[in-house]
């Protein structure tokens, strides 16, 4: 079972390669996506990083949470489901 991962305070020039980059450190990464506006296309500064088991998010989320990335400390925790 996969976990998904909220990353946020992201440089407006991360793109979701760059994003699995950074994560694939930590385990396997099943699905990185940087969130970008519909109309623009411009990064809107998060996105969702989707790790192949638990352990492998519970590490990648404690080695990266707070960490610097281009001069933005990162935010990084659980993803909350979303509601409809």
Known sequence: ???NIYVGN????????R????????????KAQVITDRETGRS???G?????S???AEKAISALNGKDLGGRQL???LAKE???
Not at 19 to 30: I, N
Not at 48 to 52: A, L, N, S
């Open 1 to 3: 079972m996969s976990t």
């Open 10 to 17: 992201l440089t407006f020039d991360t793109d979701s390669r």
């Open 19 to 30: 994003l699995e980059d950074l994560f694939s450190e930590h385990g396997a990464v099943t």
């Open 44 to 46: 809107r500064g998060f």
């Open 48 to 52: 969702f990083v989707e790790m192949g």
């Open 54 to 56: 638990a352990e492998a």
């Open 75 to 77: 935010t990084v925790n």
């Open 82 to 84: 979303r509601s409809r």
